[in-house]
């Protein structure tokens, strides 16, 4: 049913993604709509549409938070930012003790 009505909003989306951001101090919500082969060619209101349909369809989720939907499996997962180990970026070792 999602899946249908994010294609009536930008044909050929089955990938959503949903990040809040700061801009000049201000909250913002940047919203992405791809493809299996990459971005959708959208408007703001479609992108404007296709995040309110997620948020009406999974009220529960944090928005707070990177959020990806993934049309073809129907799941909302967080998508945060991961870096290999191997690059040496994580710094919180302490923290975790």
């Known amino acids: 049913m999602i899946a249908r009505q ?8 089955v ?3 949903i990040t809040p951001v700061t801009h000049d101090g201000r909250p913002r919500t940047w919203v992405t709509l791809d493809a299996a082969t990459g971005p959708v060619e959208a408007d703001r ?13 999974f009220p529960g989720s944090d928005w707070t938070r ?16 991961t870096a290999p180990a191997e690059l ?10």
């Open 6 to 13: 994010l294609d009536q909003i930008a044909p050929g989306t």
């Open 15 to 17: 990938l959503v993604r």
């Open 45 to 57: 209101d479609a992108h404007r549409a296709a995040y309110g349909l997620l948020r009406r369809m």
């Open 66 to 81: 990177a959020v990806l939907y993934d049309a073809r499996t129907g799941y909302v997962t967080y998508d945060e930012p």
């Open 88 to 97: 040496g970026l994580y710094t919180a070792e302490e923290a975790d003790q």
